[in-house]
């Protein structure tokens, strides 16, 4: 059986973003790639260090892509359509 002296303790760490949210690129044929990297979870260690006697930090965190095509053109079956809004939320049309 294991026991907590067996185990790295993490303390939670709360983060806030600084800087832009998103870095956005332009591809070659016109299209936008916008990326967004977010921390989910960040925790120092309690009870330990790394060999070198810095800290050791946990880091969880998340890749979103966002691509808009240069066309700003997207599709969908009839029937998605029939008796709803004409476009999701926030979509623009071309």
Same mark, same amino acid.
């Given at each position: 059986?294991?026991t907590?002296?067996?185990?790295i303790?993490?303390?939670? $760490? /709360?983060?806030?973003? #600084?800087g832009?949210? +998103? ?9 936008? !790639?916008?990326?967004?990297?977010? $921390? /989910?979870?960040?925790? #120092?260690?309690?009870? +330990?260090?790394?060999?070198d ?5 946990? !880091?969880?965190?998340?890749?979103? $892509? ?8 997207f ?10 809004s ?9």
């Amino acid at each position: 059986m294991s026991t907590s002296k067996d185990k790295i303790e993490f303390k939670m $760490l /709360d983060h806030e973003r #600084i800087g832009d949210e +998103y870095v956005t690129f332009k591809i070659e044929d016109g299209t936008i !790639v916008k990326v967004k990297v977010d $921390l /989910d979870r960040v925790g #120092i260690a309690t009870n +330990y260090k790394n060999p070198d006697g810095t800290p050791h930090y946990a !880091v969880n965190a998340s890749l979103k $892509l966002t691509i808009i095509p240069n066309e700003r053109k997207f599709f969908v079956e009839p029937d998605a359509v029939k008796g709803k809004s004409s476009a999701p939320p926030g979509q623009m049309f071309s």
